[in-house]
């Protein structure tokens, strides 16, 4: 069927490409750009590997189509950083032990980094509720709470610094 | 993995939207949240030739305090439901709900139109809306009409929505002081569709159960209202002995089925477990 | 080049991140900045894809294949049948276990999901498309989904090309669905000891089947250049040589010209040890089409067709004395295979190390049989973190103890002390004849029961018992298991006649930094990290200048790869023993420097220094400069080293478990109230990564108890083969897990390290089961099979009158 042409803004560059309706974002981020970070575990939307940030929003780019972000801005776990310098969030992760196989982690990454927006001082248990889009078989979650923890620490300490 | 090939519209108006479902007929299926229907297509189960994405209507999106009611567009997302200010005064029973559905990602996606539309017996707004004595708007070639929730259900994956009709809205009366309310939702994990989930909105008038409407999630056809069960709490002080007695109604009326999360026994026996539980905990809140 | 001022010993240690030392990981730089490189992330020019036409029958005949609907679709370029790798001799392979099994379903199918044909094309897209049109017509066959139906003498035949066939790789078979029979131990010895024994009890337990579900599914890119005769494959393995081996074999392309390479792999638990019918077509479509041919399954696919783990029927019995002292063991088996046995075991125990099963335990006289069968059901059986079996071995011999325990009216912590092996008996032979290397059970058991306050959780557990109205049922589970893992000693221990060795090359460069490579494969391990880090301790160079690479056989020595815990085991020997070759040479080489005799020199962390003078020393950075450019006569420059190690002995890590759970007497939900995991793996390489790896395994443990679940209907339609229903918690099911340790070198290991990481999954999941059944015990219930979901809890409680 008749491709679509889409504009949409990913890690803050703009790309205008031609795409087929079914094409899925998760396809489109990974084939077309090259940005293969986001994974796929599963095909029914539970796993959360292949999370991404839509418009501010967490959302799992395996349950969406290309077309559907035409006018939007995606972040993927490549626009994290920020000119060399980690996220706190990846931080976190590397200094609590927040990984093991990395093929949850920029999933879990990209959804740690909207949910402390949503939720900046968090404790375990809504961590715990906060995360619970995103599957790992590797670390039992104990660590990536504690990696949560840290990156909510650290965010508040830059923003008490830089205030 | 990989869903079949289709034609794409994203309408900007609910007029257009109808026009489209009207010409494309049974080949066209509307896009909501897409948490349902994508997997299907992913999976091969539904082909359809067409999808008319409804995520760009502003109108069907939105949350309205219009004093003794609340106007929620159909396109609202589970979180917003959650996040509302207006709800969590006036209609306290949804955003807690809508937590218990699927996870934070799905929740800003999954749309509380798109739940009650695909009439699929396990999803949670059926039984909430009946709960609520919620109303719908359904716009359709010939215009708009309102359908209550109690006629809106009708078998499973059938509603009173025609295939040319697109869910616009749903209304809510906002709970008078001293109402009580609580959805009990049985999972196995979250993200899982519900065991058995029982909605209760009630109200407390000199010791007496005033008003009550109970509602069970997946444990039928459809989500159903059990009024047997309202019967046996009404006119009278909440007990033991009524609550069990509402219980009791609750697994009568049931008629689940089997499946990994339990066989029929289990899921009747559920169903009274909850409706004992959301029980408890509406009376008290009133 | 000495420093002015001489750090102290502390701080150069801590320089070098050696062993011991909870630094970070080395390759997390890449992952969490999603650079890492998994099978997915492949892209080759002018690369195809291939996906899998699998059937929806258990058992049929394929009476048709039209592939032309298919091949008009646009951007499909080909399709294959068993009709055309015929030609090849490739529609059939070997497996690990000594049977065959179909590449592509050659005229019948015998599970459902079986691979039937494939479809190659331009994207993945078009791929997809082309497998929904090519029509297969079948002709469905009676289906056998019981193993205990498939022995019956009227059972369906399910391997016609097994026909007339009276012996299987592993001895004789006695009917058409008869794979093997396998004992250990001795007969006479068990009957004689139950034949006189005052006490007996008896049980049977099973152990139902899961799948290992890692987060990345199975998948490869081939790559066959036409020009070069070379084959290039990517691919989701834990044994990339011998897959290049076996590749090479079955193609007939020599292995010189095979290159095999793991990549980063998401998760691997056993899912990804064998060779799978869509390797093989990628390989052979490559082959044939010139291209690179990537090949990736779904989910779906995952969990229905590739290996399995368990489905286990085991029949118990222990003999005793009336005070608790276990005279016997028997253990009868009956294992399901499924449609092949491709179970990935050491060749000569076609029921891998089940023979573990006496555990942790004196047992004088022990005999357990093993008979496996075929059923309509995908082949596997070995996988999930199992050790080649230990999983049911240790979940059998706890159960049994449990019940043994009941009983006799025993505590279970009691009976278990009064039945260990005692540390002085170590090197302790069993009577299945393993050696276990060293272990101190009671000490870790007393740890365990301090630690969490038993006798108060005891005397709780009874208050509650005795409220009726107490609206849960409170249970404690306890297990104390030895696990035997390192496969092994390759006089015992080979993979289709590899032996089961393992290896490591290290080579010091001019300027102090190293690269090392092993044959084994990280799939999450830290492989990167803790294998730097024994080289670290044992050259002075610090681990973070140690570049550690596996997985590509072009340039990894030949090993065996990483399952079954042999890491650290096997060629974390290797390491340390290459890594001892060159601390030889280096010595060479100071001495010289130092113009002194080796004799006069110590090793002090770091360097080499002259008895008596600290003052003069070299670094190994120094010896590094030197080796390339300033050598004693007759020493070769340069500075590395190769070993292969044939371990001379299986490791024993053992571990002490308990948990605390909270059964709702109207849900049948079980809370887990605590969870406390005391392990011993010996020396300890990295404690945090250690403690990741365990909470990881207890998570799987809990999924596996708990919530996992593989049903079959009567059609052999599997049931639940997608995430909604199979149990992969969440953070917020997934308990808080307590760990502790105690050490207990491996007095046969270079570094006398063990191996962890299955411990906690073989460990845990009798574990629970002892919970939940305790919280029956004293209405009588003695055993429950897993997974305890609400539902199934809430049965018992109904049968037992105890529901709300």
């Known amino acids: 069927m008749a491709k679509k042409i889409i504009s949409v803004k990913v890690n803050g560059r703009l790309q205008e490409k031609a795409v087929e309706p079914r094409t899925l974002l998760v396809h489109f981020l990974r084939e077309e750009l090259c940005l293969t970070g986001a994974h796929i575990g599963c095909e029914t939307s539970h796993c959360g590997a292949c999370t991404v940030d839509i418009d501010g929003k967490s959302v799992k780019s395996c349950t969406h189509l290309a077309v559907q972000c035409d006018g939007s801005e995606v972040m993927t776990v490549e626009g994290l950083a920020n000119g060399g310098v980690l996220h706190a969030v990846q931080e976190g992760f590397y200094k609590e032990h927040g990984l093991q196989c990395g093929f949850c982690t920029p999933g879990m990454l990209m959804r740690a980094y909207r949910f402390l927006q949503e939720n900046p001082n968090p404790n375990e248990a809504e961590i715990r509720v906060g995360m619970s889009g995103n599957l790992c078989r590797c670390t039992g979650y104990q660590n990536i709470v504690k990696a949560v923890q840290y990156a909510a620490a650290k965010l508040q300490q830059t923003e008490k610094e830089a205030a | ?286 | 080049m000495n420093d002015a001022v001489d750090p102290t010993i502390l701080e150069r240690t801590a320089a070098l991140q050696g062993m011991g030392d909870s630094r970070l990981r080395k390759e997390d730089a890449r992952f969490i900045q999603g650079k890492g490189n998994y099978v997915d992330d492949i892209k080759m020019p002018g690369m195809l894809h291939m996906d899998i036409v699998r059937s929806p029958y258990a058992h049929a005949r394929i009476k048709r294949i039209d592939k032309s609907e298919a091949l008009k679709l646009p951007g499909v370029i080909a399709v294959l049948t068993a009709e055309d790798l015929k030609p090849l001799k490739l529609h059939w392979m070997p497996t690990l276990a000594g049977d065959v099994a179909a590449v592509l379903a050659d005229e019948k199918v015998h599970f459902q999901m079986q691979e039937v044909a494939v479809v190659v094309a331009e994207d993945r897209y078009a791929a997809a498309d082309g497998v929904e049109a090519v029509m297969v017509e079948y002709e469905e066959l009676p289906v056998v989904i019981d193993p205990f139906e498939a022995l019956k003498p009227d059972a369906p035949v399910l391997r016609e090309d097994l026909a007339g066939k009276a012996t299987g790789a592993h001895g004789p078979r006695d009917h058409h669905n008869h794979i093997f029979t396998w004992t250990a131990g001795d007969k006479h010895a068990a009957d004689a000891a139950f034949d006189t024994a005052p006490v007996k009890v008896s049980e049977h337990i099973f152990y139902p089947r899961v799948h290992p579900c890692p987060l990345e599914t199975c998948g490869c890119v081939a790559s066959f250049d036409p020009i070069r005769g070379e084959l290039t494959t990517y691919m989701t393995s834990q044994a990339p040589h011998v897959v290049r081996t076996v590749v090479s074999l079955l193609s007939g392309i020599p292995e010189s010209k095979v290159r095999i390479v793991s990549p980063d792999i998401g998760g691997g638990f056993g899912n990804k040890v064998g060779v799978y019918p869509g390797y093989v077509c990628a390989i052979v479509a490559s082959i044939v089409l010139g291209k690179p041919v990537k090949w990736v399954e779904d989910r779906i696919e995952n969990i229905s067709s590739t290996a399995f783990a368990r489905d286990y029927h085991m029949d118990g019995e222990l003999a005793a004395t009336p005070d608790g002292k276990i005279l016997g063991l028997r253990v009868n088996v009956l294992a399901d295979h499924g449609a092949f046995d491709a179970c990935a075991d050491p060749t000569k125990f076609p029921a891998g190390l089940f023979h573990i099963c006496s555990g942790s335990y004196d047992i004088p006289a022990a005999h357990c049989s093993v008979k496996g069968v075929y059923t309509n059901k995908a082949p596997g059986g070995v996988a999930y973190r199992c050790s080649f079996r230990v999983t049911e071995a240790v979940y059998l011999i706890e159960r049994m103890v449990d019940v043994l325990a009941q009983k006799l009216g025993m505590d279970k912590a009691e009976i278990r002390a009064k039945n260990f092996i005692r540390k002085e008996q170590f090197p302790y032979t069993s009577a299945f004849g393993f050696e276990y290397d060293s272990g101190d059970y009671h000490m870790a058991l007393q740890k365990v029961l301090d630690a969490v306050d038993y006798k108060a959780l005891r005397a709780e557990q009874a208050a509650k018992r005795a409220d009726p109205d107490c609206p849960t049922l409170m249970g404690i589970g306890l297990v104390t298991f030895t696990e035997v893992v390192g496969a092994g000693p390759s006089k015992m221990c080979d993979i289709l006649g590899v032996g089961m060795f393992d290896s490591c090359e290290i080579r010091i460069h001019p300027t102090g930094s190293a690269i090392a490579r092993m044959g084994t494969i990280t799939q999450g391990q830290g492989h990167q990290t803790t294998y730097a880090q024994i080289i670290a301790t044992e050259l002075g160079i610090p681990s973070e200048v140690i570049q550690v690479e596996e997985g590509d056989t072009s340039t990894a020595p030949y090993g065996l790869g990483t399952y079954g815990s042999r890491s650290t085991p096997v060629a974390g020997a290797a390491i340390a023993l290459a890594s001892r070759k060159i601390h030889a040479k280096a010595r060479k080489i100071a001495a010289h420097l130092l113009e002194v005799g080796e004799a006069d020199l110590d090793w002090e962390i770091d360097r080499f220094k002259v008895k008596g003078d600290d003052g003069k020393y070299k670094t190994m950075k120094d010896i590094a400069w030197a080796s390339y450019n300033n050598l004693p006569a007759g020493l070769e420059p340069g500075l590395e080293a190769v070993h292969y190690y044939d371990p001379p002995n299986f490791t024993y890590p053992f571990g002490i478990y308990l948990c605390v759970v909270d059964i709702d007497r109207a849900t049948g939900e079980t809370k887990i109230r605590r969870f406390y995991a005391l392990d011993d793996c010996g020396t300890r390489i990295n404690p945090m990564i250690i403690e990741g790896q365990i909470h990881g395994g207890l998570t799987e443990g809990f999924a596996v108890a708990m919530g996992q679940q593989m049903p079959f209907d009567a059609q052999g339609n599997l049931m639940g083969n997608t995430l909604m229903d199979y149990f992969l918690p969440t953070a917020v099911e997934t308990p808080h897990w307590e760990t502790d340790h105690t050490v207990t070198p491996s007095p046969h290991h270079p570094i006398g390290a063990k191996g962890v990481a299955e411990s906690p999954h073989v460990g845990s999941i009798p574990t629970f089961t002892s919970a939940v059944v305790d919280a029956f015990a004293h209405v009588g219930v003695t055993d429950m099979t897993m997974p305890h979901t609400s539902y199934r809890v809430w049965q018992q409680l109904k049968k037992r009158g105890l529901a709300l």
């Open chain 2, 1 to 286: 993995m990989i869903p079949p090939s289709f034609d794409y519209h994203a309408p900007r108006t609910i007029q257009d939207a109808v026009g489209l479902l009207t010409q494309l007929g049974s080949e066209a299926k509307l896009l909501a949240g897409g948490h349902s229907l994508l997997p299907m297509m992913k999976l091969r189960f539904a082909q359809p030739a067409h999808l008319i994405d409804l995520n760009r209507i502003d109108e069907l999106r939105g949350i309205v305090d219009q004093g003794d009611h609340v106007l929620i567009g159909a396109m609202t997302v589970e979180n917003d439901l959650i996040n509302s200010p207006v709800l969590r005064a006036k209609v306290p029973l949804l955003p807690e709900a809508a937590a218990l559905i699927a996870d934070p990602q799905v929740r800003n996606r999954g749309t509380i139109g798109g739940d009650i539309a695909h009439g699929d017996p396990a999803n949670d707004h059926p039984a909430l809306a009946l709960a609520l004595n919620a109303s719908f708007c359904l716009q359709g070639p010939q215009g708009r009409r309102e359908v209550k929730a109690d006629d809106f259900f009708l078998g499973i994956f059938t509603t009173a929505l025609a295939e040319d009709e697109i869910l616009v809205s749903m209304t809510v009366p906002a709970f008078p002081a001293k109402t009580g309310w609580a959805y009990e939702k049985l999972k196995r994990k979250t993200g899982d569709w519900a065991t058995a989930g029982a909605a209760v909105v009630m109200r407390v008038e000199n010791d007496h159960v005033s008003q009550v409407r109970i509602a069970l999630t997946n444990v039928a056809s459809t989500a159903i209202r059990v009024k047997s069960a309202e019967d046996a709490l009404l006119g009278q002080a909440l007990s033991d002995e009524s609550i069990n007695a509402a219980a009791d109604a609750a697994m009568t009326a049931c008629d689940p089925a089997e499946d990994l999360r339990g066989d029929v026994e289990y899921k009747t026996a559920m169903a009274g477990q909850m409706l004992k539980r959301a029980i408890r905990l509406a009376a008290s809140r009133c």
